[in-house]
């Protein structure tokens, strides 16, 4: 493992399966805020145009700090971000535009000039109850081919999108977390 600061440490994951149909999970070590933040971004990239997180930890576990990451990932303002405990959902837009040179190493890069939309529905269910959460039309939200959706309490939803990626958030001495990074198989 790395012990380079500013860097979640990459932990081994067992191999098998954990649950059916998931992956065993991953482990991140995270020393403070900014780490988990980086691999928030780092997850960004597995997650657009379209993926699905569900976060789950006790409070202040570092679901929020997490999403900041992600949007950090997908070129938005990570200082937009903030827990929606009292909304339920909030989303946060950007439009990208792309400079007039294309990277040669990149393929998946949109063609110069065009401008690309990037957005994240960032939903906090720890006021509900799973019965409640079925009015709140979480399934269109889901359905949206074009955000990233991050969802945190989600055990509190009556049903699990899929694929969707799992994060668990475990607190440890200060900052320290412990985060399990369980992929869904598809």
Do not use: C, N
């Not at 699990?160 to 475990?170: C, G, I, K, N, W």
């Amino acid at each position: 493992m790395s012990e380079k600061k500013g860097k979640p440490e990459k932990g081994k994951s067992e191999k098998g399966k954990s649950e059916k149909g998931k992956s065993a999970p991953a482990v991140v070590h995270s020393r403070s805020p900014a780490d988990t933040r980086a691999f928030g971004r780092e997850l960004a990239a597995r997650l657009a145009p379209a993926g699905v997180v569900l976060l789950e930890g006790d409070l202040g576990a570092g679901k929020t700090v997490l999403v900041q990451g992600i949007a950090e990932g997908l070129s938005l303002d990570p200082q937009q971000v903030s827990s929606p405990t009292f909304t339920l959902v909030q989303e946060y837009e950007a439009v990208q535009e792309y400079a007039a040179e294309v990277s040669p190493e990149s393929t998946s890069e949109p063609p110069p000039g065009e401008r690309r939309r990037q957005r994240l529905v960032h939903m906090d269910l720890y006021r509900l109850e799973p019965e409640e959460t079925e009015v709140l039309g979480l399934d269109e939200i889901f359905a949206d081919p074009d955000s990233v959706k991050a969802v945190e309490w989600a055990s509190r939803l009556p049903w699990r999108p899929e694929p969707a990626v799992t994060v668990v958030l475990h607190r440890g001495q200060g900052d320290e977390r412990r985060i399990e990074v369980i992929e869904a198989e598809s």
